[in-house]
């Protein structure tokens, strides 16, 4: 695994100085990388790395180990999902075509948050062949808003954002998970669509056998699913009581609009009779999507966000998902020697609650379009990291006082689930994608056995919308995410491919997946899974998942930091490439996680 390289001392900012005092180690400011990595540093040696936790994969001083695959790998949140999607892989597919059925039967037996009736955010890398150059490529399929939207729509009397209404067909974005992986397919994909979708059919028609974690999860929102009569009938036994964990679980109503799916590709579900009943139940509830929302929708595809850390390129998701914030995030903790500090030490934990606050201070500037064009280039560049860094201080914790805006302007030129793919050729596949809450908006359109999304409510409703404008509610208006899918390059070729659920989490588990991996130096599984905390506003405590030491927290309220115990944060899905071996680390945080090679 590559360790760090060496930085310059030129130009050392206000941030290396502390390093400097704190650590002995200062590090430069580096310039913004382009896609090609520098030569890591030489491998460490074997005492080197038993000094660390997480040295070989193989060796007693790991606790956590990668599952081993060869020709290629899966990894979800989901063991139907990851067995179909390898299936695909030995089938000859490729790994979008592997990503599309992971998608799609996830849709079936992954029901909180596995979907077609919400969106997500894709990153692509095809390999050369064909005489084709290597590229990269993002796709922004989530959720856009009506064009009938108004601002007071999900508003109670009181001018305040109404949950109820979120939690109904009010709350539906216009939904981009098909249309996404038309796109990704279409561009990208080797076998036929047909091929792909089936296996999903099959496993509607069929049945799926309920996980303990999935009945818990349905029994939870049981409640909520009843009020509306399509949720009812499609998730929920007829006397309304939920399926139990072993139960053979049916969808025949899911099974005829993947099969409309199947057979008419994107215009299966934005045109014909699936439209026509999903636009019927908007009528019927008091939604606004009409035809013309769904004949309007087009999956945004463009270039990911080019980054680097410790030399390793980085794509991360454009706006209106939050790879800047990673990136911003990343290019800060460059300034620090963060792996002298120790993993879990108070010094690692204060730089990164300190730099998620700044981080979640611009995130003020991250929106969507068509009002709003956020300054990507400026937010992920290295010079305005280094003066956000600044602000930094070694023995006292930041707060909204001493937290001032950040101007990125000058250097411009809960529940979702992630799956990693990764082929022989080459080829790799970051998606990340959600309903917005657990079992979206409890709704479903009766007849298409789908659940909808309540995406809407991501927007800044009623007075946020003036304090927030990047986010208000507009027409049209790309809805936003904390979702940021990421592959790391080691040189020009995907070495790591990674992303999590998580809501306000993710970009805090995955600024700590890519330090604990780069900087600590931990195999991929010990890195997913090792303790994690997360920081949000300025004002607000650390939150703290158990596994650290208690005199860890006594510690950093000494520094000014008030920490308070959390629940599991993320599931990290992650996939290491290291030549033709694929390391594949499903992360325990959700019980029904699976990594599988195409050959083991």
Avoid: C
């Avoid at 979708?197 to 496993?203: E, G």
């Avoid at 680097?308 to 460059?334: C, D, K, Q």
């Avoid at 950093?556 to 996939?575: A, D, F, N, W």
């Amino acid at each position: 695994m590559s360790g760090r390289t060496t930085l310059s001392l030129r130009g050392v900012t206000h941030a290396a100085a502390i390093a400097l005092v704190l650590f002995g180690s200062p590090l430069a400011a580096k310039q913004p990388a382009p896609p090609v990595a520098q030569a890591p540093a030489a491998a460490p040696t074997q005492e080197q790395a038993y000094s660390r936790t997480g040295g070989d994969i193989v060796g007693y001083d790991s606790i956590h180990h990668p599952v081993i695959g060869h020709g290629g790998m899966v990894v979800s949140q989901n063991a139907y999902g990851t067995r179909a999607g390898a299936e695909i892989l030995r089938r000859g597919g490729n790994a979008v075509d592997a990503a599309v059925t992971v998608a799609l039967v996830e849709a079936v037996s992954l029901a909180r948050a596995g979907n077609i009736g919400g969106g997500g955010f894709m990153l692509i890398h095809m390999a050369a062949a064909d005489g084709k150059p290597a590229s990269t490529t993002a796709i922004d399929y989530y959720g856009v808003a009506p064009r009938k939207v108004t601002p007071d729509l999900l508003l109670d009397a009181n001018g305040k954002f109404d949950r109820d209404k979120g939690w109904s067909f009010k709350g539906v974005a216009v939904p981009g998970t098909v249309a996404g992986l038309w796109a990704a397919h279409e561009r990208f994909g080797k076998l036929p669509w047909a091929n792909l979708v089936q296996p999903a059919i099959d496993l509607a028609t069929n049945g799926v056998i309920l996980s303990d974690a999935e009945a818990e999860a349905t029994a939870q929102q049981s409640e909520a699913l009843a009020r509306d009569p399509g949720a009812r009938a499609a998730y929920l036994k007829p006397d309304g009581t939920p399926y139990k964990a072993g139960d053979l679980f049916r969808q025949p109503d899911l099974a005829k609009t993947l099969t409309a799916i199947r057979d008419h590709g994107r215009d299966g579900f934005y045109k014909g009779w699936v439209a026509k009943k999903l636009v019927a139940a908007m009528k019927a509830n008091g939604g606004i999507i009409d035809q013309g929302d769904l004949d309007a929708y087009r999956a945004d595809v463009s270039p990911p966000i080019w980054s680097s850390y410790r030399g390793h390129p980085v794509a991360y998701m454009p706006p209106t998902a939050s790879g800047v914030s990673v990136a911003e995030a990343m290019n800060i903790l460059e300034h620090y020697p963060v792996g002298e500090m120790g993993w879990g030490s108070v010094a690692n934990l204060h730089l990164l609650s300190e730099t998620m606050k700044i981080v979640t201070s611009d995130r003020r500037l991250v929106g969507g379009k068509p009002d709003w064009n956020t300054p990507s280039k400026g937010l992920a560049s290295k010079e305005f990291a280094a003066q956000r860094a600044a602000l930094i201080k070694p023995d006292s914790a930041l707060d909204e006082k001493s937290l001032p805006e950040g101007n990125p302007y000058p250097f411009e030129s809960k529940d979702t689930t992630h799956y990693s793919v990764a082929d022989a050729s080459g080829n790799a596949v970051s998606n990340t994608y959600t309903l917005s809450a657990s079992y979206g908006a409890h709704v479903v359109a009766p007849g298409t056995g789908f659940l909808l999304n309540n995406s809407l409510g991501n927007l800044a409703w009623g007075a946020r919308g003036k304090e927030y404008p990047a986010t208000q509610v507009v027409p049209g208006k790309r809805v936003g995410s904390t979702i940021t899918p990421i592959i790391v390059f080691d040189k020009d070729k995907p070495w790591l491919v990674t992303g999590t659920p998580g809501g306000g989490t993710i970009i805090a588990t995955m600024v700590q997946l890519l330090s604990n991996v780069i900087d600590h130096r931990l195999n991929v599984a010990e890195a997913a899974q090792r303790p994690r905390i997360n920081q949000s506003d300025a004002d607000r405590p650390m939150e703290m998942e158990s596994g650290y030491s208690p005199d860890i927290a006594r510690l950093l309220e000494e520094k000014g930091h008030k920490v308070v115990p959390s629940r599991t944060m993320g599931s990290t899905q992650s996939i290491m490439i290291e030549g033709d071996r694929f390391l594949g680390a499903a992360d325990t945080r959700r019980p029904d996680a699976l990594a599988v090679g195409v050959t083991e």
